[in-house]
């Protein structure tokens, strides 16, 4: 009744903004990603009616600290779709240690709630089709959907919970771009993503951007089936910016960028001027990735890490799906 | 033949971006700000037949350069403009001088042809209503229109080019509130205005931001009548924020924000937290205007001189309309 899981965060090209249902996580587009292979979770579930017995509650410990408050509550009622979905009443223990820093816009709740679905359903003795365990991630976290398959990702937004599941593009293997991480700042971010969601609508640009996102998928898919990473890239920085004017027109508004998010925004675009090839893209916070190829790779990397302000890069490649493991973190 | 004025800068809080009439500078909404009195230019023009004789045309050197190709072209085609008022055949001459770096986002062409416009029809002779004035200023870059008045002014779009003209709101004296402009570039920005009116409309958000303008503007005739710093404030950060998310999602994006520009913003908003009435806004250029009351001032911009990148500050009261002098630039 204990399973652990290891899975990938990712990154959106095709960004995910604003929910048609916030409860359900129903986004109000599609949206693509690829799964990364060095920025992951490593979740241990355990079911029992044993959990628990003194505090008569489940055990909840992310990143080494006891969950509280929204966190909790949030993981909690997670547990409660699983214990539903196989009729068990125990209470559960988890666990969760991730490469990387959480809620500083790096898509660690996606990572997170991927590895919880696999290891719970494990943990319960349920084997379900992939499509049904990318909807029951979303639960946790929209991203979370993607995070259920490695590689290259599309999620259908979906009218229901039962239609809102990502499905696989591509696999891993498909291209081997790199995504370099670059860490601005450890700090959880100001506005967590379910407050942005929720804020949206209240932006003059967010019209614009639903409007703009059909063509922003259609882009982003032969991008990826054509392994162009130039289109790809321009199309994920045009969703980045989008995704940014979007969330500092809001009211109030959220400005996640930091002056080193600036920076290397810049410093992207300069090499791009000398034929590097290199595109940003960032979700809601202010640590950057940057993409571009192999090659390029230790030349890029190196040049984030003098930037002012820059903490340290991840360099990551496409990443395979979640995996079940036998080493488990209680 | 030969006049010289003096006119402000000014600093928008309902800004001017995108136009119905790119030729004519007819903007497609209303918009409303403050003429500096720290901030300006100093114009001088001469009509003579002995200008130029040797070259055979204007001679033109502004901010002691020379003008060359498309900013000569724009300010000859002004020059036209008054010689077709008149009936002039001369040729012209004419001298400019700021107190501030230029092509930057600090709204020089405003100050530049408020005082051209002023000068030139001083050297012409002609006396016309202060209206006439401001479209005519118009023609040689939109926000001069507004910067023929002292004080707080709005610009009424209008559809044709004599409907189009700024009028005051308020006259310099009505509210002292001051403007502190952080210098964190002199470089000249890498998409001119002209340039970012005609890409604006590429970004999803044009429409959204055209749409939000008549209740920003009926905000802040509401601020500047009740003199209401923080509903001011708060319309011109909401402004300005709206008009990078334009510029930063047209096709290609426009970025005009250096990690300074994003580090004054965040100062500026964690002075609020701590009950100091600061509110940024910027046009488009990475230098950033900071609103604040005369007694917050001191403590203001001190606090912007020592943040990483800021190269000076220029503090600037609410400046009248240009007046015409006698001391000439050549």
Redesign the interface.
């Known amino acids: 009744m204990k399973a652990t899981a290891q899975a990938g965060a990712n990154i959106a090209f095709v960004k995910y903004w604003g929910a048609l249902d916030a409860e359900l996580h129903l986004p109000l587009n599609n949206s693509i990603s690829l799964t990364l292979d060095q920025a992951t979770t490593l979740v241990t579930v355990e079911f029992s009616p044993h959990v628990g017995e003194d505090v008569g509650e489940d055990v909840i410990e992310l990143e080494g600290r006891r969950a509280e408050g929204r966190l909790r509550e949030r993981v909690v009622r997670f547990l409660d779709h699983l214990r539903r979905l196989s009729g068990s009443r125990d209470r559960a223990r988890v666990a969760s240690q991730s490469t990387f820093p959480v809620a500083t816009g790096l898509a660690s709740s996606a990572s997170l709630f991927a590895g919880m679905a696999v290891a719970g359903l494990a943990a319960l003795g349920l084997a379900l089709e992939p499509r049904e365990v990318s909807t029951i991630a979303r639960l946790g976290s929209g991203s979370a959907a993607r995070s259920v398959f490695g590689g290259w990702v599309e999620w259908v937004a979906g009218g229901r919970h039962e239609d809102s599941y990502a499905y696989p593009l591509k696999p891993a293997d498909w291209w081997p771009v790199r995504d370099v991480i670059v860490i601005v700042s450890q700090e959880p971010k100001e506005m967590p993503s379910l407050a942005g969601h929720a804020a949206a609508r209240t932006?003059?640009?967010?019209?614009?951007?639903l409007?703009?996102t059909s063509e922003h998928l259609a882009l982003a898919r032969t991008a990826i089936l054509t392994r162009d990473l130039e289109a790809l890239g321009t199309v994920a920085?045009?969703e980045a910016?989008?995704l940014?004017?979007?969330s500092?027109?809001t009211?109030p508004?959220a400005?996640y960028?930091?002056?080193?998010?600036?920076?290397v925004?810049?410093q992207v675009w300069a090499w791009r001027r000398e034929g590097v090839p290199a595109y940003f893209t960032l979700d809601a916070g202010p640590n950057v990735h940057v993409l571009t190829t192999p090659e390029d790779t230790p030349r890029v990397a190196t040049g984030l890490c003098a930037i002012?302000?820059v903490q340290r890069t991840i360099v990551c490649q496409p990443g395979g799906p979640p995996v079940l493991g036998d080493v488990h973190l209680f």
């Open positions: 932006s003059p640009c967010f019209a614009g951007r409007a703009s920085e045009a910016l989008l940014h004017a979007v500092m027109t009211d508004p400005l960028w930091l002056p080193a998010t600036v920076a925004m810049r002012d302000g």
